[in-house]
């Protein structure tokens, strides 16, 4: 595997993986909170009187389902954002304590979440001819999210190679100074 200690633009690897977890981290919420609204809206709009005139989320998208599928959806939804956000935390906490399984979770969540992405692009695609916009914008999302996922790795990788990510960490010329100092003061 690549063993750059440098991911986008020329940032640290660790700084890039922390970025990535609070971008995610971001998302997830984001998600959370419009599957849930969606969620909430849809179950007031079938207490309420339905017609065929009331229109839910899904035909914005250009699908075209039954309530029972959307709120299956939904459901989902809010159960995978959940996870989602906590494995953006468990990234973070990775690589701030050093630990290549947390990193290694992260990874792993992320790579399940990118197939059932691309599988649901082409769910949807199947299901309409017309929601090729929704396809598109998840592929997209997936390949994007596969670079990600390699500098993840990456850092997975060199972690288990012994490479301290940890922020706190001394520079070389610190510890032979640290080390001259402790050396004079065990002589006194």
């Given at each position: 595997m690549c063993t750059s200690e440098k991911c986008c633009f020329g940032v640290p690897l660790n700084i890039g993986c922390i970025i990535v977890g609070i971008i995610s981290g971001i998302l997830s919420i984001i998600l959370f909170s419009m599957s849930t609204l969606?969620?909430?809206?849809e179950i007031g709009v079938h207490k309420k009187e339905v017609t065929e005139e009331s229109?839910?989320?899904?035909?914005?998208l250009g699908l075209y389902l039954n309530s029972s599928?959307?709120?299956?959806?939904?459901?989902?939804?809010?159960i995978i954002s959940l996870l989602w956000m906590m494995f953006?935390?468990?990234?973070?906490?990775g690589i701030l304590r050093n630990n290549a399984n947390f990193v290694l979770s992260h990874f792993l969540f992320g790579t399940m979440m990118n197939i059932i992405s691309?599988?649901?692009a082409?769910?949807?695609l199947l299901q309409s001819l017309e929601s090729w916009k929704l396809s598109f914008i998840l592929f997209a999302w997936s390949f994007l999210h596969i670079h990600f996922l390699v500098v993840i790795y990456t850092a997975y990788d060199l972690m288990n190679k012994g490479k301290d990510f940890s922020f706190n960490q001394r520079a070389d010329d610190e510890d032979l100074l640290a080390d001259y100092f402790d050396d004079n003061l065990d002589s006194l």
């Open positions: 969606f969620f909430i809206l229109v839910h989320f899904a035909k914005y599928s959307v709120h299956i959806i939904l459901s989902i939804t809010v953006s935390i468990l990234l973070i906490l691309m599988l649901s082409l769910l949807v």
